[in-house]
């Protein structure tokens, strides 16, 4: 059996009864992408658990109406992984966020470091934020994740160091850090942080500052790694260690 459409929705379109409109983005790609008929079925998803199987009803351009068959909540099996990663150049960050999702990040913060090239002002960062949120339902949807990992406000790497909670976090640095291997625990972190810098790396103030945080610098190995690659790189041990590869699509 072939897996539903599947579309993200906002939760309280999912709390409005048993007929279901559903407009803007998700009626046109029903519509004029899918091109899917009446009496077809899809899955609407809020984002934080709730699905929601329905059939789809009248074709009222733009508006469409689904007919909900049946509700139901799915618990999230991915180990919380959270990437504070330095803003990279160009649209490099794009292809974290797609390709993070896709492995199981639960959380983004972009962050400005020392040696941050881009510097956005406020009006880019507003487009900036909704294009990645678009980014990553996108890359949920594909992936057939049922809960979508969040995307904060981009801030200074100070502010975002403490604010991280007490468990496993890793800084991934080239300089006088430890192999990967000599850090890991042999039983699962209640979360992983990993912290990545920008091109021109981390400056040894930002480790101390990250250091001071409970970050343990750690390496990949003797080959230096691009910051877009790095923690698309750390993220497969992690999963494979701790999180849930053991389910297989679909359970």
């Known amino acids: 059996m072939n897996a539903l459409p599947r579309f993200f929705v906002l939760p309280e379109t999912l709390r409005s009864g ?4 559903l407009t803007g983005a998700i009626s046109h790609h029903v519509q004029n992408v899918l091109r899917l008929q009446t009496g077809e079925e899809v899955l609407l998803l809020d984002g934080q658990g709730t699905c929601c199987r329905a059939r789809l009803g009248d074709f009222q351009r ?20 959270t990437l504070i990663q330095a803003l ?7 292809f974290v966020l797609q390709k993070g999702t896709e492995l199981g990040i639960t959380a983004f913060q972009p962050v400005l470091t020392a040696r941050s090239v881009p510097r956005p002002d406020e009006k880019r960062i507003s487009h900036r934020q909704n294009r990645w949120q678009k980014i990553i339902q996108d890359a949920s949807r594909q992936s057939q994740r049922n809960h979508l990992p969040s995307i904060r406000q981009l801030s200074p790497l100070a502010e975002a160091l403490p604010a991280e909670p007490g468990h496993l976090k890793l800084a991934l640095w080239e300089s006088g850090a430890r192999p990967l291997v000599n850090v890991l625990p042999k039983t699962s972190p209640e ?21 001071e945080a409970g970050f343990v610098p750690v390496h990949l190995g003797p080959r230096i790694l691009r910051t877009e690659t790095a923690a698309l790189a750390i993220i ?12 297989s699509p679909g359970d």
Do not use: N
């Open 236 to 247: 497969p041990i992690l999963q494979y260690l701790y999180g849930d590869w053991m389910i």
């Open 62 to 81: 733009p508006m469409l109406r689904a007919y909900v068959l049946e509700r139901y909540s799915v618990a999230d099996t991915a180990l919380p992984l």
């Open 191 to 211: 979360g992983v942080t990993i912290l990545v810098g920008p091109e021109g790396g981390l400056d040894r103030s930002e480790i101390a500052a990250a250091e």
């Open 18 to 21: 048993e007929v279901l409109e």
């Open 88 to 94: 990279p150049k160009s649209d490099k960050f794009d």
